[in-house]
């Protein structure tokens, strides 16, 4: 079966791409190696997938409408894992327009990729930041999530609004996935497990924000992997006398650990795998940020049979074992 994976560069990505090879799949992934951060994470996550004989690597960016659609034509994927995208809530506050051309205008060109070239099933990446604000916990697919609190959040929302357009309008089977705080080797350096330890490995300060009063629902990255490639295999359709609220073509799903975890009980992991004490500076709530964040994964053990299982200090043991190892590499 041959797929296109987006953001085969990124985090996420890169570990989906390396998955389907191994699983003997044709796999193109896609990435433009923009430097919202250091493009040498992004070419080092590649190599680890540039020795598959199934793996090509096409550098381009996901809001070219013209190379984007030739690419569908040339290829003719069977599958689409779209994964590309401008991350980052803080950061949309201060660069707006690349989540308007990255997560609407490139969601666009792929939704017409896959109407205009028969791709079976999409599956694409939202985000817990659509729910906001929202007081109820867990948060559950069925919750109402029209007041979003950051730009980022807001694209997110419309990433799957587009879809189910998409889905009703075309019948293309599309698949929403709400990742919750993803973590694990090869992490984004703009997120927390990242950021704090770095600085505490190297004796600096760390920010706690909200005076350390909020709760994440930290999820491994090899138990989202699980969940995405476990997914991309059950495709939605019609079923006699199913709801007609919303179109039988569209699914959305929480992928989450379902077990959020205080500031400070993710900061005491990171110092225990360290073997070091934090330095902890704190400071107020900031401008998009949420106090808790809570997956309610009913729709997804359910429909998978899977629920993501990797206690957080076994993962940020695997995190920091990594983040040595690459800075270690870096420094030779």
Known sequence: MKYLVTGAAGFIGNYVAEKLCNQGHEVIG????????????????????????????????????????????????????????????????????AYIDSNLTGMATI???????????????????????NKKIPFA???????????????????????????????????????????GPWGRPDMAPFLFTDAVANDRSIKVFNDGKMQRDFTYIDDIVEG?????????????????????????YNIGNNSPVELEAFITCIENALGKKAVKNYMPMQDGDVVRTFADITNL????????????????????????????????
């Open 30 to 97: 896609l990435d433009n190696l923009n430097d919202y951060y250091d493009p040498d994470l992004k070419l080092a996550r590649l190599k680890r997938i540039e020795h598959f004989d199934n793996f090509t690597f096409v550098k381009a960016d996901i809001s070219d409408r013209d190379t984007i659609a030739t690419l569908f034509l040339q290829q003719k994927f069977n599958r689409v894992i779209h994964l590309a995208a401008q991350a980052g809530v803080r950061y949309s506050i201060e660069n707006p327009m």
């Open 111 to 133: 939704l017409e990729g896959c109407r205009h070239n028969n791709v079976e099933h999409l599956v694409y990446a939202s985000s817990s930041s659509v729910y906001g604000a």
């Open 141 to 183: 697919e069925s919750d109402r999530v029209d007041y979003p609190v950051s730009l980022y959040a807001a694209t997110k929302k419309s990433n799957e609004l587009m879809a189910h357009t998409y889905s009703h309008l075309y019948a293309l089977p599309t698949t929403g996935l709400r990742f919750f705080t993803v973590y």
């Open 228 to 252: 995405i490639v476990r997914i991309q295999d059950v495709i939605p359709k019609p079923v006699e006398h199913a709801p007609t609220e919303s179109s039988p073509y569209y699914k959305l």
């Open 301 to 332: 053990e359910s429909e998978i049979g899977f629920k993501p299982k990797t206690d957080l200090q076994d993962g940020i043991n695997h995190f920091v074992d990594w983040f040595k190892d690459y800075h270690a590499n870096k420094a030779s």
